[in-house]
């Protein structure tokens, strides 16, 4: 599986980025897609995942401001109300259960 990630960028707090990912090759076992994101020297943390059936998981920490969708091999990150701390690298992951695959990480900056 291999996942390419899009949409990442600098913009004000307050302001809105959607993030985008497609996933090719064996994507038919795939079931929970979603995004992590590593802040500064921090460990890496997911920020949201949904099920093939649609079941989403968002922390508290980015519950509110966060949504995440997806289509059969496509996931998304719609960002709102972005705030400086969200500043970080943001990767797209998918999962069947055993192996999670991992795009390349799309950096996402948001000024004060």
């Known amino acids: 599986v291999q996942l390419q990630a899009s949409g990442g960028g600098l913009v004000q707090a307050g302001g809105s980025l959607r993030l985008s990912c497609v996933a090719s090759?064996?994507?038919?076992?795939?079931?929970?897609m979603g995004w992590s994101r590593q802040v500064g020297g921090k460990q890496r943390e997911s920020v949201a995942g949904?099920?093939?059936?649609?079941t989403t998981d968002i922390p508290a920490a980015v519950r509110g401001r966060f949504t995440v969708s997806r289509g059969v091999n496509t996931v998304y990150l719609q960002m709102d109300r972005l705030k400086p701390e969200d500043t970080g690298v943001y990767y797209c992951?998918?999962?069947?259960?055993?192996?999670?695959?991992w795009g390349r990480g799309t950096q996402v900056t948001v000024s004060s």
């Open positions: 992951r998918a999962s069947n259960g055993p192996t999670t695959w």
């Open positions: 090759g064996s994507i038919s076992s795939l079931n929970i």
């Open positions: 949904i099920s093939r059936g649609g």
